[in-house]
């Protein structure tokens, strides 16, 4: 499926290139054209639409477990299902405050990547002597949730297609020919990448085969939900757990828990455990979906082989199709609130969806005409070192993992591991690792906090508008161990 080469234009970035401007500032799309693709999108999210779950009763009265659970999204649906299949005739409970899946796990991108480091750089930089080996391990556990998903027939949409990083200016050509000595991956020039999808935008890619798969988030997450049920784990929406006492009592609105073991699965919401709670804020992400493309649109852009799609920028974009053939479009904009909490009326940012819109429309000015049917926002629990961090407290009764940073689709698995190790005194290939064994810096209290947060994110946009040259602010931050490059 595609178009003739032929009849493409030159890249944008090619045509017009202007030193201080991104080329999502050089070519934007009429107003109108965002305005009329905006009108009909809906505040709601898509997967949860698609995949509305089953209904399981809210916690009333008492009773007592092996091990609670405290979380339903990904890592604590992750940890029940694992926990029973390791041992069938333990009592295993888990209590979620809402509906499983209805936060960050239903309402993300559907990227399913290998690293537990939230890429390459970002693990080298942190843990240069056993990067291999946590490379090793991220492959095998992308490798074991593909298993498990075609073991139990989970309903999620998995598709290992693999993911193109994308260069939309010059100065990203070479970082992506610079990375294409990783296994399994693959530089693909100008003409290449446009073989794969057609993008007036497009410079080069770096294709990665093996790395990434794509799921339908709501889906995952209630299929799993339904795998812990049929294997005997007690599931109790509606049941917030308002305190964890010694670790082994667990207080709920309507009913107390005492467990034997808890897992602490709860993701960006603020931390049970005092330790923790400076340890994450909430950064906001935004997403719109298309309507299906029609069968002309989807030749007019290629991407036959639906690979999941993302930009080199530090403020980058990131899209995928879904089943259907809709385009989910989402990312740039991380809007941190001050105060660090979360609340629903962040998720609504008309500014940052007309941006998302302009940027679709700039990626695809073929698509010109199409709308938009939902729009949506959820908060990522980032850390200082964005990736995951892990733990115990009241002396090994509860563990936790957390701060993944917007990775948490196949990370979670491996957390859920992390955190059943722990809690059995096991001490395996995953507990030994320093990534495991450290902490995060805590971030500091406001008004240092927001502050810092959004500094941080000011010079990032202003190293993407200077061919990636990093200011002073980041450089320090680098020296420190504190720095970030997507």
Known sequence: MGCDRQEWPEPISERSPVASTTVFERQRPDASVVAHALAPARQEVFWLEDAPGDAHPR???????????????????????????????????????????????????????????????????????????????????????????????????????????????????????????????????????????????????????????????????????????????????????????????????????????????????????KRNRLATVPVYDYVLMTEPLSTEQLASIGWSGRQGLGDSANQFHYYRLTRDNRILFGGYDAIYHFGGRVRERYEDRPETFRKLASHFFTTFPQLEGLTFTHRWAGAIDTC???????????????????????????????????????????????????????????????PAAAIGINLTRWSLNRADHREGERNLFLRTLDAVGLGFDS
């Open 59 to 273: 916690l009333s009265g008492d009773l007592s477990c092996d091990l609670a659970v405290v979380g339903g999204g990904y890592s604590g649906v992750w940890t029940a299902l694992l926990a029973k299949r390791e041992n069938p005739d333990a009592r295993v409970v888990l209590l979620e405050g809402r509906r499983i899946g209805w936060a960050a796990s239903g309402r993300n991108g559907g990227f399913c990547e290998a690293s537990l480091t939230h890429g390459d750089e970002n693990g080298r930089s942190r843990f240069a002597e056993e990067f291999d080996l946590l490379q090793r391990l991220g492959m095998q556990n992308l490798d074991e949730i593909e298993a498990t998903v075609a073991e139990l027939g989970l309903d999620a949409e998995f598709e290992r297609n693999g993911a193109i990083d994308l260069a939309t200016e010059p100065h990203q050509v070479e970082w992506l020919r610079e990375a294409a000595d990783e296994p399994d991956a693959r530089f693909l020039d100008a003409a290449a990448v446009q073989a794969e999808v057609h993008s007036p935008t497009y410079l080069g890619g770096l294709l990665r085969t093996r790395d990434s798969a794509l799921v339908h988030p709501a889906k995952l997450a209630r299929a799993l939900a339904r795998a812990c049920q049929a294997a005997g784990v007690e599931i109790f929406e509606h049941s917030p757990v308002e305190g964890i006492g010694d670790g082994t009592t667990l207080y709920t609105p309507a009913g107390v828990v005492r467990s034997k073991r808890t897992a602490l699965a709860t993701n960006v919401f603020p931390s049970l455990l």
């Open 384 to 446: 200082s070192r964005f990736c995951a961090f892990f733990g115990t407290a009241r002396d090994g009764k509860v563990a936790y993992a957390t701060g993944y940073t917007g990775l948490g689709v196949a990370a979670t698995h491996f957390g859920a591991q992390v955190m059943l190790d722990l809690l059995a005194g096991r001490s395996t290939e995953r507990t030994e690792l320093a990534m495991v064994r450290s902490r995060p810096l805590p971030f500091p209290p406001e």
